[in-house]
């Protein structure tokens, strides 16, 4: 099954298993930036008054582990930097922004980046208490070091938080991991990392505190889990812990993938809504494949409703009162508008009655919020700490996490995927420049558009996608420290690429030009005497592949070669 939660976690952000790197940009002309110098801020929700809270996973901490032999850039690093931020009268130019949670628990790398932690926090109806979603590192056991770091105990739990002027209450309140153990809904691995809380107040004109529980989106689970406090249970004159509410966790939603299914892409559910009818709309990262992700609805009772399809990685969704309008996080949305290597990412706003779409770009796009006014709120930076990333050989610096006020007044309509690459509308367009990370690929290698870029025509329909290819291309290899092996690779071959609707793929090149087969093609390659991974420079490779995978060869070069060798020998 094909998760890839890497933007969920520390490390390299990960497209459909590449690893990619971007220049920073502003804000377009039209947004207001509300809020700045934001920690990895993710989850947008409402408090009293208008107060717009902000989720800030944090950046990590000075507890720091290294695997034995790697680079101290790969590390892990816990403290308590996670928390909430709350920006007064945000739609008045900007408001105050001020930290009313601190403390929490936070994983990141050296740098702060891509950090987990408080990825998701919502008010009450409670005075002074907020809900945070607290996530877990989804590739494998922690440290006992980072286990044993004050505030870890939190991790993969909703925690229910009481701040009280220089006191705070801090209770790792509903146990996640363990229900995922225990039930695993999606029958799936055994995972858990929290990404966003909903709290659902089913009669808000009623006594605050006696039936208001909460949903959780854990995105490593692939569940929406019902969280509900027995507050009846309580004691009238409680002291201390006697006071918490036992509570029972339930499966509100889960999103299983057929067993053994290593190609579908999982749903992944990071964002939650809901509209003034009480209705509950979830949205999913869906691999971070082009397309494959969703936003689905239920009624108050958990019936699924509806589903809208075709978006790009969700990060965050918001959805106004009446349910006319959806916004959107993408967080590899297309961007039209930046310059080659610019930062992916754009909010889009549905107009469910119409059908039509129009979208924002906004870097690396979080949490959405809209106000009973309209206006619409994202994070934008949201896998940036707040003095940002320094640049490094592989990408330049990026802006510390913000939080943004967009418009979509001038937004043109636009059709769904929305990822890369746009439509062309029957005209060829320069290609986008790129830098993919191939880890399993001659030892860990990066591919990186050259000095020539070549074009594409992109048709998108009902059918499917197709993408042709044609032009003069060249490609550089480079090392992991940013050391070119081999310059300016001629791939030139014209093209083409068709993704079908009904889940079939079709891929025709001429030479010269390369293909890297995908474990559901190894033993076809081997069968016709072809490398894993070819490089040929006469005839050209036919493809098709079936929506259960079977693939079949039409043609293949004869003069295939493993592309590893043309690499320098160490």
Known sequence: MRRSIAHLGVGALVLGGLTVGFAPSAAAQGEVVVATGLDNPRQLSWGDDGVLLVAEAGSGGDTCVTPPGAPPESGLCGGSTGGITAIEDPGGGGGTAERVVDGLFSLAGPDGSFAIGSNGADDTDLDGEYLVAEGNFPFGPLAPELLAAAGADTLAHLVVVEPDGEQQLVVPYAALAAAETELNPDGAQDESTAYAVLFVDPTPDGPAGEDGYALVADAAANTVWQVEPDVAAV????????????????VFATFPTPAGDDVTPEYVPTSLATDDDGNVYVGGLGSEVAGAAEVRTYGPDGEELEAWSGFTAITGLAVDGAGEHLYVSQLFGSNPSAAPAGVPGNVVNVDVAAGTYRSVDVPFPGGVAVSADAEVYVSAYSVAPAEGIAETPMSPATPGGEVWRIDFADSADAGLPVPFPQDTGGEGAPAQAFLIALPDLCG???????????????????DGDRIEYRGATTVDVLSPDGTVLLDELDVSGEGSEFFGADGTWEYDFAAPSFVFASPAEV???????????SYFTSGSITKTVSADDVVELISVPTDAVDFCSLLPVA
Do not use: H, K, M, Q
Request: aromatic share 8%.
């Open 235 to 250: 004691p009238e004159n409680c002291v201390g812990d006697a006071c918490i509410p036992p509570y029972a966790i339930t």
């Open 523 to 533: 033993d076809a390659f081997a069968a016709a005497g072809l490398p894993a991974n």
């Open 444 to 462: 860990g290698v990066f591919l990186s558009s050259g000095d020539l870029t070549g074009e594409w025509r992109v048709t998108r329909d009902d």
